[in-house]
């Protein structure tokens, strides 16, 4: 199963903004708005910031927020909180003929705030 | 509100199967717009989807896996159950079920609250 790239770490200070990428391709994020962001504290269970790119659900702040450029989807957290440490990861759908599987994970990205 | 549990034994040994069963509650599991997954986390590793399922019974496994992963529903029960063959300590981490939105994979929510499987003779 090809994975979708994100970076492995990533940091800012308290206040300010982080935009973390996560690259795929044109047969999965390029190809389609169904890209969603979970958040996973450590020992916890993962919860859905965003999804079908730039959706929020009801309850997740709007310091979150999901954007898509070509092949790469983002997720962009403003005004860095301490709690905001924590792990991210993407999904999206993935189509093929050749396969009769049709979702891609990111290999999620640390997000240290300093 | 609709509400996932994982349940199943903690400890496995290697080359034995690992069976875990997520019972749904809040919601049918018979509907027409929502699979059912499986993802796993190693420790301290990211996320790893495991398959998933339809309420009618139609499947679809994580290639790297699929040889040895069965994912099973029972709508009676309102809970679907994966099964594991021939594990080895790799296969230890912890086992999440959830409930993937959309067969377009639109958000998975909500998650189990995680069971840990732990591959050790």
């Known amino acids: 199963q090809s994975a979708l790239t994100q970076p492995a770490s990533m940091s800012g200070s308290l206040g300010q903004s982080i935009t973390i990428p996560c690259t795929g391709t044109?047969?999965?994020?390029?190809?389609?708005?169904?890209v969603s962001w979970y958040q996973q504290h450590p020992g916890k269970v993962p919860r859905v910031l965003i999804y079908d790119v730039s959706d929020r659900p009801l309850g997740v702040s709007n310091r979150f927020s999901g954007s898509k450029s070509g092949n790469t989807a983002s997720l962009t957290i403003s005004g860095l909180q301490a709690e905001d440490e924590a792990d991210y990861y993407c999904?999206?759908?993935?189509?093929?003929?050749?396969?009769?599987?049709?979702?891609?994970f990111g290999g999620g990205t640390k997000v240290t705030v300093l | 509100q609709l509400q996932l549990q994982e349940s199943g034994p903690g400890l496995v040994k290697p080359s034995e199967t690992l069976s875990l069963t997520c019972a749904v509650s809040?919601?049918?599991?018979?509907?027409?717009?929502?699979?059912w997954g499986w993802i796993r986390q190693p420790p301290g590793k990211g996320l790893e989807w495991i398959g998933n399922i339809f309420y009618t019974g139609s499947t679809y496994y994580n290639p790297s896996l699929k040889s040895r992963v069965t994912i099973s529903v029972d709508t009676s029960k309102n809970q679907f159950s994966l099964r594991l063959s021939s594990v080895t300590a790799a296969d230890t981490g912890l086992y999440f079920c959830?409930?993937?939105?959309?067969?377009?994979?639109?958000?998975?929510?909500?998650w189990g609250q995680g069971t840990l499987v732990t591959v050790s003779s």
């Open positions: 809040g919601a049918s599991i018979s509907n027409d717009n929502d699979y």
């Open positions: 959830v409930r993937i939105v959309s067969t377009w994979y639109r958000l998975f929510d909500p």
């Open positions: 044109n047969s999965d994020v390029g190809g389609y708005d169904h």
């Open positions: 999904i999206s759908y993935m189509a093929s003929v050749t396969t009769t599987f049709h979702v891609v």
